[in-house]
């Protein structure tokens, strides 16, 4: 069975610019995830879609946004690229949307790094 | 808010045991994991423990809870090299997983 997958690899962008960010989650899986890993700091909450709805959002500025598609892949857009955007954005998915974690594990996916030169 | 500490780097011989240390300030936590990340793969969970138990082995690993001090560890018994990677810990105080909170990830390098 594949797992969570995420495209690009890496992206290299140049500030001002917009990345796209793609993650198809495990067949059957309706929640994605999205969290940015930058250096130095851990992973941080930045969005989470479940049948096509965005359930909820971390503290980041309105230039990160996304969607979820019917086929419940989802894709992350980052707006007017800063610097400091620079770093890995996972995506993971589970099941259960919202439920007790332990019940049913996330997956996650390798990540894209984004670079803003 | 909540807040989530590691060190960043431990490095030790093939076949020592590891220990990681963690700890978080809330004190609501209810669940407590511990995520492994091989070089250029995503996470995975690892093992985790409710906020009401004290300890729990799964083979080799070992997680200690103290919850007055707030203090989560691994313990990875007879260390190997594939046991390198970055281990991160987690703390949620409700359920879903957009309400879990990561460390910063420790830096595991084992020695051969």
């Known amino acids: 069975e594949a797992g969570v997958t995420q495209s690009p690899t890496h992206l290299i962008k140049t500030r001002g610019q917009q990345a796209t960010l793609r993650c198809s989650p495990i067949?059957?899986?309706?929640?994605v995830y999205w969290y940015q890993q930058a250096l130095g700091l851990g992973l941080q909450f930045l969005l989470w879609?479940?049948?096509?709805?965005?359930?909820n959002r971390g503290n980041f500025p309105p230039r990160f946004s996304g969607r979820q598609f019917p086929n419940y892949s989802s894709e992350l857009n980052v707006n007017a690229l800063e610097l400091e955007d620079s770093a890995l954005y996972l995506c993971?998915?589970?099941?259960?949307?919202?439920?007790?974690?332990?019940?049913?594990?996330?997956?996650f996916g390798s990540g894209t790094q984004l670079s803003v030169l | 808010g909540e807040d989530v500490e590691q060190s960043l780097f431990l490095s030790v011989r093939e076949g020592d045991s590891s220990v990681i240390n963690c700890t978080y300030t809330d004190s609501s936590s209810t669940y407590l994991y511990w995520y492994k990340q091989e070089p250029g793969a995503g996470l995975q969970l690892l093992t985790y423990?409710?906020?009401?138990?004290d300890m729990k082995q799964d083979q080799r690993l070992t997680v200690l809870l103290n919850k007055k001090d707030k203090h989560l560890s691994l313990r990875i018994a007879d260390t190997q090299t594939g046991d390198s990677a970055i281990y991160f810990c987690a703390e949620s105080i409700a359920m879903g997983y957009q309400k879990v909170t990561f460390g910063t990830g420790t830096k595991l390098q084992v020695i051969p």
């Open positions: 067949s059957g899986h309706t929640s």
């Open positions: 993971a998915s589970s099941l259960v949307a919202g439920g007790e974690p332990t019940n049913e594990k996330l997956f």
């Open positions: 423990i409710f906020s009401n138990m």
């Open positions: 879609y479940d049948e096509g709805e965005e359930r």
